[in-house]
């Protein structure tokens, strides 16, 4: 094995290290905060509110990413990413306040974007092509990992309420600690009038050419906000257990957990634009299930760890799918798009759930996410006989 090949997988595997400590972080942060709030008082609307900060911190600072990230490099900017996120969780127990927590919700934010842009570019921009969809698939597997621990690590509050974030804070710098090893690395130079202006221009290019690529991102967002944020209320409402709903939460993360790989490799093997539609609509029927079975906590688990085997998976496949599509110069912008489309339906699930809560009646919560992969595969189906959403 050369020197080369060894110092570019060290890269790939503290990158993934990086990301996993990411997605523990942000997985612990959302039960326990909103477990502190409610045992203060704070309104669950109050609550929800404080949560989107993580979102609103991704949109606002996505614009100013990119042009840091092509004149310094990946390394800078995950240094200052990480440097960000471990300060603003170490100063959560300074002051327990909702708009001071709030500030530092949209910090974290600002710092795990300007990690998980980085490292998903590097990975998208120096990945062979047979190999892209499993490193990618890896990529998204640790931070799942690490989402799914975080909450454990929650009712370490009990003990003393700032320990949790003392602790998730350290490691974060442990991981970070690890970027120092890595030797600095540039994206490749923009080409052309378009590419080289604003990022409007570039982002009008790059949606062009691969937008059937963020339908994935997207749909995750919406999924997993939605999921987390609005179906334990319909649940609690309909009179499930609330250590059922955590079980059913969880048997879906380990149903995408376990497919991840699998389907991130049988994307290289047959083509993304082949996989995709599939897992859009394995969703749909899968989810269209879970609302016919009602109240039965056995076959509700059933149904979404099935759900979770095909879509948990779509935004790691929707990275590969754009980075499949879009030509190296313009990857920083389509990671970039990729963490927006994220953000935008991550903060539309709860929203539209919200609705649906208020208005509807009688019908169950999964019918809404089953409707939502339904426009996505077909979506998908037009879209693969459209090389641009311009054409």
């Known amino acids: 094995m050369s020197t080369t090949t ?54 606002l600072v996505s614009p100013f990413m990119e042009a840091p990230l092509r004149k310094y490099g990946y390394k800078p900017v995950i ?22 927590w709030f500030i530092l919700r949209l910090l974290i934010g600002i710092g795990d974007h300007a990690l998980h842009f980085s490292t998903q570019t590097w990975i998208t921009s120096t990945s062979k ?54 030797k600095n690395d540039y994206p490749e130079v923009m080409k052309g009038n378009v590419e080289a202006g604003s990022f409007l221009k570039r982002s009008k290019s790059t949606i062009a050419i691969a937008w059937i690529a963020f339908l994935g991102p997207f749909g995750y967002g919406f999924l997993e906000s939605s999921l987390n944020a609005m179906y334990p209320v319909y649940a609690l409402r309909n009179g499930l257990e609330l250590t059922s709903v955590s079980m059913i939460l969880a048997i879906f993360s380990t149903g995408g957990i376990i497919s991840q790989l699998p389907l991130g490799m049988l994307s290289d093997k047959f083509g993304r634009q082949m996989v995709l539609p599939i897992t859009y609509g394995g969703g749909a029927i ?37 980075s499949d599509l879009t030509p190296k110069d313009l990857l920083p912008t389509g990671n970039l798009l990729c963490g927006i489309f994220f953000s935008i339906g991550s903060l539309t699930g709860p929203f539209t759930g919200g609705l649906f809560l208020e208005f509807v009646e009688n019908v169950s919560y999964f019918l809404i996410i089953s409707i939502l992969f339904v426009v996505l595969f077909i979506v998908s189906l037009y879209g693969m006989k459209r090389k641009s959403i311009f054409i």
Not at 28 to 42: K, N, V
Not at 286 to 313: D, K, Y
């Open 286 to 322: 899968a989810f269209w299930a879970a609302s016919l079975v009602g109240n039965s906590v056995p076959f509700i688990m059933l149904t979404v760890f099935i759900a979770g085997v095909f879509v948990g998976s779509i935004f790691s496949l929707g990275i590969s799918y754009m």
């Open 79 to 100: 240094v200052l990413g990480g440097i960000i996120v471990f300060l603003s969780l170490l100063m959560f127990p300074l002051w327990k306040n909702v708009v001071f």
């Open 129 to 182: 092509q047979q190999t892209l969809g499993r490193n990618i698939a890896i990529y998204g597997l640790s931070f799942s990992l690490g989402f799914a621990v975080g909450p454990l690590f929650a009712p370490l509050v009990n003990v003393h309420e700032g320990l949790p974030f003392i602790v998730s804070g350290l490691l974060c710098m442990s991981a970070w600690l690890l970027v120092f090893k890595l």
């Open 6 to 59: 060894t110092a570019e997988q060290r890269r790939f595997w503290i990158l993934v290290i990086i990301v996993s400590i990411s997605g523990f972080s942000q997985g612990m942060l959302l039960p326990l905060i909103s477990a502190i709030f409610e045992r203060d008082g704070i309104s669950s609307a109050l609550n929800g509110l404080n949560a989107t900060g993580l979102y609103i911190g991704t949109l």
